[in-house]
DNA sequence: ACCCAGGGTCGTC
DNA sequence: GACGACCCTGGG
């Protein structure tokens, strides 16, 4: 654990606000500065783009070039990606346009796992304050420039945590689920190790929905942002599902679009790549 | 003050 | 399949 530092000159697809922003994460916050600081794994660390040429400094727990790679995805040419997207109609092209430097992260499983449950019918300001809280209590501290950081519990950390802990902490009806997902895991009736090995997409989304606080929705997200990466899957949220109603189906009544229509629609015309599609037209829909 | 929505899921019908 | 309930918070 030392302080190192990172950087990548010419950068192309790589813009701290977007990747930050588009709902895919929630430990990292905007510095006075316009930076971006964050916690993953056992590492801090600071991101700022500079005209062209991104900064990577921080406290990490291993090689920070080899961290960075890894977790922001940097090997995936996002250029050729877009310009698939691009081609399939003028919505997609406007929103890759204005989240051009969105990277998908290569977040941790658990972590991410709790993460959506804590997300379900709530706001993202609140969901980052549960998770910040949860990362205090049951996490490890990392000191760095006198500012003190939290690592987010592991499973075994998080088991410490009773239902009426969980509930003091903000986390409301979602309390039981975080507590009998923790559980569930580590007593290996859901195997992480093994959906990280598993090639058949399905019967990870199968083991996934066995988790208490786990639907569709969560699964997909859990599915497409954490170190599983399936791109190909459509996370549909009220947002997403007001973009497809509103550039395709027009629905007067948004609330009555059937998901499997929206489903259906986002295969068609994405394809494999509809996840990324999703991520593009949410961050479009949601700060425009 | 009051109402509503927020990256949904679960139990019940 | 379709409802309604669910804990809590910020914004209108």
């Keep these: 654990m030392k302080e190192q530092k990172y950087i990548i000159k010419d950068v192309q697809s790589f813009e701290p606000i977007h990747i930050f922003e588009c709902g895919q994460c929630f430990r990292w916050d905007k510095q006075i500065d316009g930076s971006y600081t964050g916690i993953f794994g056992n590492n801090v660390m600071n991101v700022v783009k500079q005209n062209n040429n991104v900064i990577f400094s921080g406290i990490c727990d291993g090689d920070i070039e080899k961290i960075c790679k890894e977790y922001f995805d940097l090997d995936r040419n996002y250029e050729k990606i877009k310009n698939e997207l691009s081609k399939i109609d003028d919505n997609v092209k406007t929103s890759i ?121 969560v699964a997909d997200c859990i599915l497409l942002f954490s170190t599983l990466k399936r791109f190909e899957v ?36 994405y394809g494999d790549l509809a996840g990324l599609a999703q991520q593009y037209l949410f961050y479009w829909k949601r700060e425009a």
Excluded at 246 to 269: G, H, Q, S
């Design 97 to 217: 346009i204005y989240g051009s430097g969105i990277r998908i992260l290569n977040q941790d499983l658990w972590e991410t796992i709790i993460s959506f449950i804590i997300s379900a019918n709530n706001n993202i300001p609140r969901i980052k304050g549960i998770i910040n809280r949860i990362s205090m209590k049951y996490g490890k501290e990392i000191k760095w420039n006198e500012n003190k950081y939290y690592t987010f519990p592991t499973a075994e950390e998080l088991s410490n945590a009773t239902v009426g802990d969980l509930r003091a902490l903000g986390l409301g009806f979602r309390d039981v689920r975080v507590y009998e997902t923790t559980r569930k895991i580590l007593n290996n009736e859901v195997s992480l190790e093994e959906l990280k090995n598993e090639n058949d997409t399905e019967k990870v989304r199968e083991a996934l929905l066995t988790l208490p606080g786990v639907g569709p929705k």
């Design 234 to 269: 459509f996370p549909i949220d009220v947002w997403v599902r007001r973009v497809m109603n509103d550039l395709y189906i027009k629905n007067p009544d948004e609330t009555k679009v059937n998901k499997r229509e929206i489903e259906k629609l986002a295969k068609e015309k």
